[in-house]
């Protein structure tokens, strides 16, 4: 498409038919609070998803394990974690030779998202973001937290992901 030789177009100092999230968008080291989930969503899809820990923040650690199970056993085409889970999702995964945090806040308006590179290995970050999530579900100080944050196998993200 071309949006042809107007003077309004001098405003734009680049074009580009179709930015690659993963690579351009999200600056290195930065995290983004306090954003929309559906801004997320923008960059869940194009990442390699290498973990997922459910906090229990605004429901019970028993309501979300059941949460959990549902997912398991549910067969969707595409996985919607809002209509799935009803706490925090953590997501961290790889794209573009960097690492990527998701926070999903199910009040969907405070969520957070991060990219950042390393020289740890893989099992090392892995461990650290394990490590945060339950730091995070046991000690936020909300009315269900305390408990320890519950993994979600990854054979549950099917199809077109939406937080």
Request: aromatic letters at 14%.
């Given at each position: 498409?071309?949006?042809?030789?107007?003077?309004?177009?001098?405003?734009?100092?680049?074009?580009?038919?179709?930015?690659?999230?993963?690579?351009?968008?999200?600056?290195?080291?930065?995290?983004?609070?306090?954003?929309?989930?559906?801004f997320?969503?923008?960059?869940?899809?194009?990442?390699?998803?290498?973990?997922?820990?459910?906090?229990?923040?605004y429901?019970?650690?028993?309501?979300?394990?059941q949460?959990?199970?549902?997912?398991?056993?549910?067969?969707?085409?595409?996985?919607?974690?809002?209509?799935?889970?009803?706490?925090?999702?953590?997501?961290?995964?790889?794209?573009?030779?960097?690492?990527?945090?998701?926070?999903?806040?199910?009040?969907?308006?405070?969520?957070?998202?991060?990219r950042?590179?390393?020289?740890d290995?893989?099992?090392?970050?892995?461990?650290a973001?394990?490590?945060?999530?339950?730091?995070r579900?046991?000690?936020?100080?909300?009315?269900?937290?305390?408990s320890?944050?519950?993994?979600?196998?990854?054979?549950?993200?099917?199809?077109?992901?939406?937080?």
């Open positions: 498409m071309s949006i042809g030789p107007h003077p309004f177009n001098s405003y734009f100092h680049d074009k580009i038919e179709y930015p690659k999230p993963c690579e351009s968008m999200l600056p290195l080291g930065v995290l983004y609070e306090y954003i929309s989930s559906d997320l969503n923008g960059w869940l899809n194009y990442v390699d998803i290498k973990s997922i820990r459910l906090i229990s923040r429901e019970p650690f028993a309501d979300n394990q949460d959990v199970q549902a997912l398991i056993e549910s067969t969707p085409i595409h996985t919607d974690l809002a209509d799935s889970l009803n706490d925090d999702t953590f997501i961290l995964a790889q794209a573009a030779g960097h690492w990527w945090f998701f926070w999903y806040d199910r009040d969907c308006s405070d969520c957070c998202i991060g950042f590179q390393t020289t290995s893989d099992e090392t970050v892995l461990a973001f394990a490590d945060y999530a339950d730091d579900s046991k000690n936020m100080g909300y009315e269900h937290s305390g320890p944050a519950i993994e979600i196998p990854l054979k549950c993200m099917r199809g077109w992901l939406r937080g």
